[in-house]
Structure formats: structure tokens, C-alpha cells
């Protein structure tokens, strides 16, 4: 009797150590912040091999369907990593990384526009990978609100006129979904397709 309840006393602490033990359920200690910085790093080398190493294979698909459509080589697209965060001299401010399940965020700011990019991530095989395609193609299932996004959320609770109206927007408006590839708008894609 006494093993039985030794036993069920490892089992449960187990269960809870597995549950509570991880914001990353997919497995892996990598993080979103992390995979950023390596993105970074990548683009400021130059090194197209490692920049698509630091995103999904649906992004990766995505970069070269926006290469065909410019008629460019798929290089010239990936060579700012989808965002424009990377054109900092430095490494930039990296906040309020939120992860849900496979699905993660990291917000960057974006010092030459004066804004918080929300980047999107999800995990493959336990490394976050910029997640720029299933955001377009619809499949990426956000981790929450970002924190600029609360902000300014709360800026327009508070009455600061029309305005700031404007800027109440949904969890990626700062972000890629609005992006501008060397002079081309891609807009989001629809189911996918």
C-alpha cells in the first residue's frame, strides 16, 4: 500500500513538473527571442542559407512564390528576413515574447518607422522558425496580443480622440502582414491559397 501511494505521489508531481514545466510544449529550449537573434545575425552576414534555416518551410515556400511573382531571385526576398528590423546597425529592442502550444510571437522594434513588429513564429521539430507564410496563408494561430497592440488598446480607453483610433489594430498590424517586398504589396493570402 504504501508503494502504491509512493508511486502515485512520483506519477502526479511528474504530471504537474510536465505541465507547468515549459511555456514550450513542442518541445526544445530553443525560444522565439532566440530564433530572432540568429535570424539577425543572418542577415547581417549576408548568409542566405542560414537566413532560410530561421524560417518555416511554409515561409520558405512563401519567399520564393514572392520571388516568381517579382520576377527576382529568390535571394533578393529573403535577404532582409521578412522584416525590417534587421536593417538596425545593432541588435534591436526585443520584447514581450508570448508562446501558445507551437505558435509564438516576439515583438522587435522597428527604430526606423517607430514601431513594434510583432513577428510570428511556430516551432518545427523544436526550433522557432519565422512563421511569415502561415501568417499570410492563414494557418498561424496567434499566441495573443502583443504588447504595443494592448497599449494601444488602452491609449484609446483612455480618450485620446480619433486619432488614435486609427491605430487600434489586430495582433499583427505592425508587423509582416502589411509588408512591402521590394516595392511590391503582397497581400494576405486567403485560406491558404
Do not use: H
Amino acid at each position: 500500500m504504501r508503494t502504491i501511494l509512493l508511486l502515485s505521489l512520483v506519477l502526479s508531481a511528474s504530471a504537474l513538473g510536465i505541465a507547468c514545466g515549459s511555456k514550450n510544449s513542442c518541445g526544445g529550449s530553443d525560444t522565439p527571442t532566440a530564433a530572432y537573434k540568429r535570424l539577425y545575425e543572418a542577415v547581417k552576414a549576408k548568409n542566405t542559407e542560414n537566413i532560410k534555416n530561421e524560417m518555416s518551410k511554409t515561409t520558405q515556400d512563401f519567399a520564393i512564390m514572392v520571388a516568381q511573382r517579382q520576377n527576382s531571385p529568390a535571394e533578393k526576398v529573403f535577404e532582409n528576413g521578412f522584416t525590417a528590423t534587421t536593417f538596425a546597425e545593432t541588435l534591436p529592442e526585443i520584447r514581450d515574447e508570448r508562446i501558445a502550444g507551437c505558435s509564438g510571437a516576439v515583438e522587435v522594434r522597428n527604430s526606423k518607422d517607430n514601431v513594434w513588429e510583432d513577428l510570428p513564429y511556430v516551432n518545427e521539430n523544436g526550433n522557432w522558425k519565422l512563421a511569415v507564410g502561415e501568417l499570410f496563408g492563414g494557418s498561424f494561430t496567434s499566441p495573443g496580443k502583443g504588447r504595443a497592440a494592448k497599449e494601444k488598446e488602452a491609449a484609446n480607453l483612455m480618450g485620446n480622440g480619433a486619432a488614435q483610433a486609427n491605430l487600434a489594430t489586430d495582433n499583427n498590424s505592425n508587423s509582416v502582414a502589411n509588408a512591402n517586398f521590394n516595392g511590391t504589396q503582397v497581400e494576405p493570402l486567403a485560406n491558404g491559397k
